[in-house]
């Protein structure tokens, strides 16, 4: 399995930013996919994810704030973020709920 995480940037407080993930090595739909985040000196955060074909499941500091979602047909895994805040501040990662081998993240970067 291949990840590739992007769309990470720097954006101020309050913005919005959309990451990618381009999934490979998959077969079928995209369940139980999600995306993590890691600061420095932190575990790695499951943030967001499938839980099986239709369910979704967020971590409480980014409930109402961030949407995962997903295109089976392009094996890609999407993340909205709205309303960032500067504890959004991180490299993101997608993987599965049980994590593959992991693959390059993206970095977001919230200022105030």
């Known amino acids: 399995v291949q990840l590739q995480a992007s769309g990470g940037g720097l954006v101020q407080a309050g913005g919005s930013l959309r990451l990618s993930c381009a999934v490979s090595?998959?077969?079928?739909?995209?369940?139980?996919m999600g995306w993590y985040r890691q600061t420095p000196g932190k575990q790695r955060e499951l943030v967001a994810t499938f839980i099986g074909s239709d369910r979704t499941n967020y971590a409480d500091s980014v409930k109402g704030r961030f949407t995962i979602s997903r295109d089976n047909a392009k094996h890609m895994l999407y993340l909205q973020m709205n309303n960032l805040k500067l504890e959004d501040t991180a490299v993101y990662y997608c993987?599965?709920?049980?994590?593959?081998?992991w693959g390059q993240g993206t970095e977001v970067t919230v200022s105030s």
């Open positions: 090595g998959i077969i079928g739909s995209l369940n139980n």
């Open positions: 993987n599965g709920r049980v994590p593959y081998n």
